[in-house]
């Protein structure tokens, strides 16, 4: 089977369907299959055509969606609307606000700033009731496996020496060897991982298996690992970033304005 592969659209289609286009996936006959590896919105002005599009390929079954750690945090802001706790989002100083949760929650309400503060229960259930969540995010996986790759958004469930599996740089961390069967909480988790990190600089990686990932800009494995360009610099190289186990492919869109996709066959 040939795969298409992207991750972190983040709400800026132009650019997805241009890589889409540039490898040919509109005008290939043969069968195939896109992977999006999570983030499809936030950020970016063109949350619509995402949808759209992404509907278009499910009516198709032509898409296998990883869900990111951008979805979980949508999940996370309904939580939040739900039991009434939105001082920080009417101070505008909450991580939704940050990282464009909150925009996209209104873009798929329709309501008001104000509006969705005054009356929080009903625009959480108006978010469980778009299409977006009942219909996209509902078909999410936490991976998808082939004979050779594994698809994920950070990176597999690890666990760290300290105890609480949340990402931070100065933990150690040991690979889970029973990650397919890991708890919800160890994927939400691992979401926030930078699979370049974990697979070159603490060489945990999956035995005859290569994660193919996002979240993390491929800057950072260029700089960090390749030791070849700065990782925001005007040398920054944001391409597909190809390393032993590891494949990412955040092209940190928003700063780059581009999408990147790879072809795989497997």
């Not at 050779?148 to 990176?155: A, M, Q």
């Not at 691992?190 to 974990?198: K, L």
Request: aromatic content about 14%; hydrophobic content about 35%.
């Amino acid at each position: 089977m040939k795969y298409y592969v992207i991750s972190d659209i983040h709400g800026f289609y132009t650019p997805m369907i241009n890589a889409l286009t540039e490898k040919g996936f509109f005008e290939d006959k043969e069968p195939s299959k896109l992977i999006i590896c999570g983030d499809l919105l936030d950020r970016g002005e063109e949350g619509k055509q995402v949808i759209d599009f992404v509907l278009e390929m499910m009516a198709q079954d032509r898409v296998i969606l990883i869900r990111g750690n951008h979805e979980d945090l949508l999940e996370d802001l309904i939580d939040q609307l739900l039991y009434g706790d939105i001082y920080d989002l009417e101070m505008e100083c909450s991580h939704h606000n940050h990282n464009g949760t909150w925009r996209t929650a209104l873009e798929l309400t329709g309501f008001s700033h104000a509006n969705a503060l005054a009356r929080s229960k009903m625009m959480a259930n108006f978010l469980k009731n778009s299409v977006f969540y009942k219909k996209i995010m509902s078909q999410m996986l936490d991976y998808y496996e082939t004979n050779n790759y594994i698809f994920v958004h950070g990176y597999i469930p690890c666990y760290a020496a300290e105890g609480d599996t949340v990402y931070r740089p100065y933990k150690r961390y040991y690979l889970n060897k029973e990650w397919r069967r890991a708890p919800l909480q160890e994927w939400r988790n691992a979401r926030w991982y930078n699979g370049m990190e974990f697979a070159c600089k603490r060489g945990l990686r999956v035995e005859n298996k290569t994660v193919v990932c996002g979240h993390w800009h491929t800057s950072y494995g260029h700089a960090w690992v390749d030791h070849r360009c700065s990782e925001f610099g005007k040398d920054a190289d944001f391409s597909p970033f190809y390393h032993d186990g590891v494949i990412a492919l955040d092209g940190c869109t928003k700063h780059s304005g581009v999408v990147n996709c790879i072809v795989l066959e497997d």
